[in-house]
């Protein structure tokens, strides 16, 4: 590279306001001129060791990846004690993955993501299985055992992956069979909250050409909160084949079975607020619960029956239906590489089952899910042989899912019953061409057709308490419905209802009158919504020296829409999003420096959100709906040090600014049940004939922090023949909105999450033992929050306490 064309790519970046990235460029550019060969000297635990990830579906060196990309190896992900997908929140600046009930998770990526507490929709973050796209947020457990690697993608995916993701994604893949070597490992752990965890796996050749590999994992542990939830309870096991048929064809085939026990994610209930229809304010109140005591604790369930909820005009009861988990993962799928005179071909051919059946609380009330989901896949894709100044790559997906089933949720004034079957029929086409002008110089396009074709064939029955009386003590014996599966179940238990559509007195325990009606509001939904959509992706890639990248891109992405039988909502349109990158890849001092540097610019269409809201009547669901535009951008570095031979550091900092740019909805002020008061809100609310119309615009993401800061350190003290490790990783968060209705109780400040872990073992590795700690500062911070108008109730899911152990592994 010239001097002159040097100063004229530093000065435009600097006139750009890339300030950073032309610090970087210095760098690289004092390291030597040119493309000079780097010092191969260097041992293991001399320099960094190389990281090759498959994000692009290709295999390549982490540094050469121009994209976006967070990696976490098996090393870190055991420290971390990442047992499902929302333990990652810890090791990712840019992700914030949240239980949501039963098995199901929420992600988001920049303040990018869904309050996932509903399997109609798609995620905004893609999940993917070894390669195989996992469809529902309830399919992402069971998996993280015997891993390789965990790869996190950091924007659209719409031009290379199976299915569009606009956010990022996920990719968990797990170690491989591996000819020619009998072994494998077994590890253990035990802890506070009478904690165990069992893994292992073996190797076992068979013949010069094919190895088996079956591993399994076992994890549980005792409640985090008083009464017994926020438990785990899992356990897992996966079997895998490689036949190399020939020098250029092998196949690899894999099952796998996970299954979920125990009662579940469990909230706190965090405070309450009374409205005083005088002033037309909302009073919050902190509920003065410690943040250990779960729903069900009698503290808990004194509280509850102290609170006065509407419509029903009175007070709640106490929960009756407990929540448990008992919900089953099965997969099988194959991938088939053949090395052809033109370039590599690989089949992906997949089948995936979940069945869900269990119950949560989170919102304050019981929410069960009993549904069945059942997918099949076949991608194709083909890297192709350069040809002239050219590399490309081919591909096809085709995806099939039908899931069918039932929601419930009592909310005892409100109870509703959801039956649904749903079918998806996704295709699309994708390329991807590499122009290399020069050696260090490339130009990258590529374009993506998808196809989705959904049908949705649901009812929705619901059973209202409401009551007619307008002055205290309003209707304080009207009855409560109990939990039910199906509201038509109720009068054999005695509790009658009226037909659907209809309206009945509701008698009190005497068989009085109490002054409240039961309301039953049908809805059906019969619909298909069919989309095409083009996505693309346009990159300049320039390689400074040979261990510095610099790269610029514009990419969109898409997510389909959908229906779902809501009152007034019953279909929502796909979101669209346009990422701008500008990011630079390094390597410094003999290779014992890297500083990986991003900036980003994100612009949302249409963008989806599904959390808790009133639909047309006023009732309310979990509903799914276009809010808007939201614009995001911001700054990511990543420094990882080899201070001296036996020290290592890490450091990670993001800068996200996100605006919501138009954000309104509206909710009902005048329902069948009569007049509603305001949503309770920090939003701008304003009242134009009888519909109360929130705007949010302005206001910032959710799960969205300002700065986010990950900090880690690992110091090897050799003993002869032995190594004594520490490891140490902390995590700072800004403040951030972590509930859908900017509510006070719904900030949570900045928070300081620290692990730390000693290890000693031989320096083979052929065992270690090794004792932890995770959440050293005992801090219990919101990880998501559940605003319920029924009762005005606030409940919130904490991470989880300090937990502490010891672990054990051994090879052979």
Same mark, same amino acid.
Request: contains cysteine.
């Given at each position: 590279?010239?001097?002159?064309?040097?100063?004229?790519?530093?000065?435009?970046?600097?006139?750009a306001?890339c300030?950073?990235?032309?610090l970087?460029a210095? @760098?690289?550019?004092?390291e030597?001129?040119g493309?000079?060969?780097a010092d191969?000297?260097l041992t293991?635990?001399?320099?960094?060791?190389?990281? *090759?990830?498959?994000a692009?579906?290709?295999?390549?060196?982490?540094q050469?990846a121009?994209v976006?990309?967070?990696?976490?190896?098996a090393?870190?992900l055991?420290?971390a004690g990442?047992?499902s997908?929302?333990?990652l929140?810890a090791?990712?600046?840019?992700?914030?993955? *949240?239980p949501?009930?039963?098995?199901?998770m929420?992600?988001?990526?920049r303040?990018?993501?869904?309050? /996932?507490?509903?399997?109609? $929709?798609?995620?905004?973050?893609?999940?993917?299985?070894?390669?195989?796209?996992?469809?529902?947020?309830?399919?992402t457990a069971?998996?993280f055992y015997d891993?390789?690697?965990v790869?996190v993608?950091?924007?659209?995916?719409?031009?290379?992956?199976?299915?569009?993701?606009?956010?990022?994604?996920?990719?968990?893949?797990?170690?491989?069979?591996?000819? +020619?070597?009998?072994?494998?490992?077994l590890?253990g752990?035990?802890?506070? %909250?009478d904690?165990?965890?069992?893994e292992?796996?073996?190797?076992?050749?068979m013949?010069?050409?094919a190895?088996?590999?079956?591993?399994?994992?076992?994890?549980k542990?005792d409640?985090?909160?008083s009464?017994?939830?926020?438990d785990e309870d899992?356990?897992?096991a996966?079997?895998q084949i490689?036949? +190399?048929?020939?020098p250029?064809?092998?196949i690899? *085939?894999?099952?796998?079975?996970?299954?979920?026990?125990?009662?579940?994610?469990?909230s706190?209930y965090?405070s309450?607020?009374?409205f005083?229809?005088?002033?037309?304010a909302?009073?919050p109140q902190p509920?003065?619960?410690?943040r250990?005591l779960?729903?069900?604790d009698?503290?808990?369930?004194a509280?509850? &029956?102290?609170?006065?909820? $509407?419509p029903?005009?009175?007070?709640?009861s106490?929960l009756?239906?407990?929540?448990?988990? +008992?919900? !089953?993962?099965l997969g099988?799928?194959?991938e088939?590489?053949?090395?052809?005179?033109?370039?590599h071909?690989t089949?992906?051919?997949?089948?995936?089952?979940?069945?869900?059946?269990?119950?949560?609380a989170?919102?304050?009330?019981?929410?069960?899910t009993?549904?069945?989901?059942?997918? %099949?896949?076949?991608?194709?894709?083909?890297?192709?042989?350069?040809? !002239?100044?050219?590399?490309?790559q081919?591909?096809a997906?085709?995806?099939?899912?039908?899931?069918?089933?039932r929601l419930?949720?009592d909310?005892?004034m409100?109870?509703?019953?959801?039956k649904?079957d749903q079918?998806?029929e996704?295709?699309?086409?994708?390329?991807?061409?590499?122009?290399?002008? /020069?050696?260090?110089?490339?130009?990258?396009?590529?374009?993506?057709?998808t196809?989705d074709?959904?049908?949705?064939?649901?009812?929705?029955?619901?059973?209202v308490?409401a009551?007619?009386?307008?002055t205290?003590?309003?209707?304080?014996?009207?009855?409560?419905v109990?939990?039910?599966?199906?509201?038509?179940?109720?009068?054999s238990?005695?509790f009658p209802?009226?037909p659907p559509?209809?309206?009945?007195?509701?008698?009190?325990a005497l068989?009085?009158?109490?002054g409240?009606?039961?309301?039953?509001?049908?809805?059906?939904?019969?619909?298909?919504?069919?989309?095409?959509k083009?996505?693309w992706?346009?990159?300049?890639?320039?390689?400074l020296?040979?261990?510095?990248?610099?790269?610029?891109?514009?990419?969109?992405?898409?997510r389909?829409?959908?229906?779902?039988p809501?009152?007034?909502? !019953?279909?929502?349109?796909p979101?669209?999003? &346009?990422?701008?990158?500008?990011?630079?890849?390094?390597?410094?001092?003999d290779?014992?420096?890297?500083?990986?540097?991003e900036a980003?610019?994100?612009k949302?269409? +249409?963008q989806?959100?599904a959390?808790?809201?009133?639909?047309a009547n006023?009732?309310?669901?979990?509903?799914?709906?276009?809010?808007?535009?939201?614009t995001?951008y911001?700054?990511?570095?990543?420094?990882?040090?080899r201070?001296?031979?036996?020290?290592?550091?890490?450091a990670q900092?993001?800068?996200?600014?996100?605006?919501?740019d138009?954000?309104?909805?509206?909710?009902?002020?005048?329902?069948?049940?009569g007049?509603?008061?305001?949503?309770?809100?920090?939003?701008?609310i304003?009242?134009?004939a009888?519909? $109360?119309?929130v705007?949010c615009?302005?206001m910032? @993401?959710?799960?969205?922090?300002?700065?986010t800061?990950d900090?880690?350190?690992e110091q090897? *003290?050799?003993?002869?023949?032995?190594?004594?490790? $520490?490891?140490?990783?902390?995590?700072?968060?800004?403040g951030?909105?972590?509930?859908?209705?900017?509510?006070?109780?719904?900030?949570q400040?900045?928070?300081?999450?620290?692990?730390?872990?000693?290890?000693f073992?031989?320096q083979?590795?052929?065992?270690?033992?090794?004792?932890?700690v995770?959440?050293?500062e005992?801090e219990?911070?919101?990880?998501?929050?559940?605003a319920?108008?029924?009762g005005?109730l606030?409940?919130?899911?904490f991470?989880?306490?300090?937990?502490?152990?010891?672990r054990a592994?051994?090879?052979?």
């Open positions: 590279m010239s001097g002159r064309l040097c100063s004229k790519l530093l000065a435009a970046c600097t006139v306001g300030f950073p990235f032309a970087i210095t @760098a690289a550019l004092a030597g001129e493309v000079a060969a191969d000297g293991q635990n001399q320099g960094l060791q190389e990281v *090759v990830v498959t692009q579906r290709r295999t390549e060196n982490l050469k121009a976006p990309i967070s990696v976490v190896g090393t870190d055991a420290i990442v047992a997908p929302d333990a929140t090791t990712t600046t840019s992700l914030t993955a *949240v949501a009930g039963g098995s199901r929420s992600f988001f990526m303040g990018v993501g869904n309050f /996932t507490n509903n399997p109609l $929709f798609d995620s905004a973050i893609a999940f993917n299985y070894d390669n195989v796209y996992v469809g529902r947020p309830g399919g069971g998996v891993l390789q690697r790869e993608l950091k924007g659209p995916q719409g031009t290379l992956y199976g299915r569009n993701a606009t956010g990022g994604a996920i990719n968990v893949l797990p170690v491989k069979p591996e000819l +020619d070597h009998l072994g494998g490992y590890s752990s035990y802890g506070n %909250y904690a165990y965890t069992f292992g796996a073996v190797n076992v050749p013949g010069q050409d190895a088996l590999r079956i591993s399994g994992n076992l994890a542990h409640g985090y909160l009464d017994g939830t926020q899992t356990r897992a996966r079997m490689l036949d +190399d048929l020939t250029a064809l092998s690899r *085939v894999a099952a796998d079975y996970a299954h979920q026990g125990g009662a579940g994610t469990g706190n965090f309450v607020a009374s005083n229809p005088e002033t037309g909302y009073i509920t003065g619960l410690a250990s779960g729903l069900y009698p503290a808990s369930q509280f509850r &029956t102290g609170v006065l909820a $509407f029903g005009g009175r007070t709640l106490a009756q239906q407990r929540i448990y988990n +008992d919900n !089953d993962f099988a799928n194959a088939i590489n053949w090395d052809t005179d033109a370039g071909l089949f992906i051919p997949a089948w995936r089952y979940t069945k869900q059946d269990n119950i949560t989170l919102g304050g009330f019981p929410a069960g009993q549904e069945h989901d059942r997918q %099949y896949s076949f991608e194709l894709r083909f890297v192709g042989n350069r040809i !002239d100044l050219f590399d490309y081919l591909g997906l085709s995806y099939h899912e039908s899931n069918d089933g419930v949720a909310q005892q409100i109870a509703t019953s959801q649904y079918t998806l996704s295709w699309a086409t994708f390329a991807r061409l590499t122009a290399n002008l /020069t050696d260090r110089t490339r130009i990258v396009g590529g374009m993506r057709y196809h074709d959904k049908h949705m064939v649901a009812s929705s029955d619901s059973l308490v009551c007619t009386v307008t205290p003590p309003f209707c304080p014996t009207a009855p409560l109990p939990f039910t599966w199906q509201i038509s179940d109720l009068p238990i005695g209802i009226p559509g209809g309206a009945i007195p509701a008698f009190n068989g009085a009158p109490s409240a009606l039961l309301v039953r509001p049908p809805v059906a939904v019969d619909r298909t919504q069919k989309v095409g083009v996505t992706r346009g990159a300049l890639e320039f390689d020296t040979r261990d510095s990248l610099l790269y610029a891109s514009v990419e969109t992405g898409y389909a829409g959908g229906i779902q809501v009152n007034g909502y !019953d279909t929502y349109r979101e669209a999003v &346009t990422a701008y990158t500008l990011g630079s890849k390094n390597r410094f001092l290779n014992r420096l890297q500083a990986n540097l980003f610019y994100w949302y269409k +249409d989806q959100l959390a808790i809201q009133a639909d006023g009732q309310q669901g979990f509903i799914v709906k276009n809010i808007g535009q939201t995001m911001g700054v990511d570095l990543d420094l990882v040090g201070a001296t031979h036996t020290a290592t550091l890490t900092v993001e800068y996200l600014h996100t605006k919501y138009s954000f309104v909805y509206y909710v009902p002020a005048v329902t069948p049940f007049p509603s008061p305001p949503p309770f809100t920090t939003c701008n304003s009242l134009p009888n519909l $109360f119309v705007n615009s302005g910032p @993401a959710y799960n969205a922090p300002t700065w800061v900090l880690g350190g090897v *003290v050799p003993l002869g023949s032995y190594d004594l490790t $520490f490891n140490v990783t902390s995590q700072y968060r800004s951030r909105w972590t509930g859908f209705d900017f509510q006070p109780s719904q900030y400040g900045g928070s300081w999450q620290t692990n730390a872990q000693v290890s073992g031989p083979e590795g052929a065992w270690l033992i090794a004792g932890f995770r959440n050293v005992n219990r911070f919101v990880l998501t929050n559940n319920s108008a029924i005005n606030n409940t919130v899911i991470n989880a306490p300090r937990t502490y152990g010891l592994m051994v090879r052979f």
